[in-house]
């Protein structure tokens, strides 16, 4: 299997090595520091997952790539383009190497399968409605969704409706790939199957992941590095080994014993 990312023209300087770069972030809703003076960079290809409590600002973090909310202060780069502060044309124009998956599918439920898939790349990217339907088509067929074309959403179950919001995410070629508790909507026996496909899209793509997740035996086999999150800052971060087998923080200790 192979997905491409979009080459993108550079906007200014790239850090060599850093494809994610959060400079001192700090996020308020109201009265409430969801994230406090946040710093930290990913390189290209790697997966990163986030884990913490629940409150510990992972999700936000996501949105705030993603441009759904914004940072009160501080800096975003990604593949050397700011993207916060920058004009809003400059957003637009980064937002497009960030693809995001999340955990309620947010799928179009009035259009077909395929045309969930289609719509952003011909709207947003102005691929042509040929080059985009067999783009669709091939990652449906990757997705294992290749009878499904002509489905609406929501004919489909939870698992399949997932795999539909992958196959979006990869149809918009983004060097980023952001996961939001993608697994947690999910019946059980449905949970495998999509964390499978991920695993493979890691393990046969150069797409940079961030991963908020629950599942901790994914996040040990995919990551490259684990951040673990509490009250809106990074306490730690190491390789799965370490953060799972043998933290620093007393504070991760207790969180990982409370959900292993
Ligand atoms: P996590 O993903 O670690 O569970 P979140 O990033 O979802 O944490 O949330 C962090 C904090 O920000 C929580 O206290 C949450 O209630 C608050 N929060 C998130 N989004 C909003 C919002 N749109 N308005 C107000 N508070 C929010």
């Known amino acids: 299997m192979s997905v491409e990312t979009h080459p993108q023209p550079s906007l ?22 969801v994230l406090d003076d946040l710093s930290f960079t990913v390189a290209p290809g790697k997966h990163v997952t986030l ?36 004009p809003e044309k400059q957003i637009r124009e980064v937002r497009k190497k960030i693809g995001m998956v999340f955990q309620q599918f947010n799928l179009f439920p009035n259009m077909s399968v ?5 719509e952003a790349p011909v709207q947003v990217l102005g ?17 294992g969704l ?14 399949q409706q997932q795999r539909v919001a992958i196959a979006r995410a990869l149809a918009m070629r983004p060097r980023v790939l952001l996961l939001d508790e993608v697994t947690s909507a999910l019946d059980p026996e449905l949970v495998a199957g999509v964390l499978d496909l991920l695993r493979d ?25 684990v951040l673990m999150f509490d009250g809106g800052r990074v306490i730690e971060s190491g390789s799965p080994e370490k953060i799972f087998t043998d933290p620093e923080q007393d504070r991760t200790r207790e969180f990982l014993s409370a959900v292993l």
Request: hydrophobic residues 35%; aromatic residues 2%; proline residues 4%.
């Open 12 to 33: 200014s300087d790239a850090q060599p090595g850093e494809l994610i770069r959060l400079a001192n972030i700090t996020k308020r809703f109201g009265a409430n520091t």
């Open 51 to 86: 884990i913490g409590p629940s409150g510990s600002g992972k999700t936000t973090i996501l949105r705030l790539l993603m441009t759904l909310t914004r940072p009160d202060e501080g800096t975003i780069t990604v593949d050397g383009d700011q993207l916060f502060p920058a």
């Open 114 to 118: 395929l045309r969930n898939i289609t």
């Open 127 to 143: 691929m042509s409605g040929d080059e985009a339907e067999e783009r669709a088509r091939e990652l449906l067929d990757l997705v």
């Open 146 to 159: 290749a009878d499904k074309c002509d489905a609406k959403p929501t004919r489909l179950s939870g698992g």
């Open 201 to 225: 899209i890691a393990r046969s793509t150069d797409i940079t992941m961030l991963c908020v997740t629950h599942e901790m035996g994914f996040a040990r086999d995919i990551s490259d590095q």
